[in-house]
Nanobody, 125 residues
Framework: QAQLVESGGGLVQAGDSLRLSCAAP????????MAWFRQAPGKEREFVAA?????????NTVDSLKGRSAISKDDAASTVYLQMSSLQPEDTAVYYC?????????????????WGQGTQVTVSS
């Protein structure tokens, strides 16, 4: 069973950048599609970005993070990263890392069988 541990969240100011990390059990990133979701208070969990086992990337193209986030991974370290820039107060949310079997729709939360506990990102204006 994959245990995912997120880190890197915190309180930042508008305009700052932040890199989140997700540590996964050995080889997880080599076999699973890895993704980042976020959930703001009172809102549904939404897809941010995903990276496949071979490194193909999928991004949410409709929300406010479009063009301001980049997902990457280090298979040797079995770690996935989310680099975010020009953060705004509306980016405030709990950010979750997730792992899915290859071939499942990457943007749907229901595709993912393993989830981390989340890391809080708070952006002040």
């Amino acid at each position: 069973q994959a245990q995912l541990v997120e880190s890197g969240g915190g309180l930042v100011q508008a305009g700052d950048s932040l890199r989140l990390s997700c540590a996964a059990p050995r080889r997880t990133t080599m076999w699973y599609t890895m993704a980042w979701f976020r959930q703001a208070p009172g809102k549904e969990r939404e897809f941010v970005a995903a990276i496949s086992r071979i490194g193909s990337r999928t991004y949410n193209t409709v929300d406010s993070l479009k063009g301001r986030s980049a997902i990457s991974k280090d298979d040797a370290a079995s770690t996935v990263y989310l680099q975010m820039s020009s953060l705004q107060p509306e980016d405030t949310a709990v950010y979750y890392c997730a792992a899915a079997q290859p071939g499942n729709p990457a943007t749907l939360p229901s595709s993912y069988e393993y989830w981390g506990q989340g890391t809080q990102v708070t952006v002040s204006s």
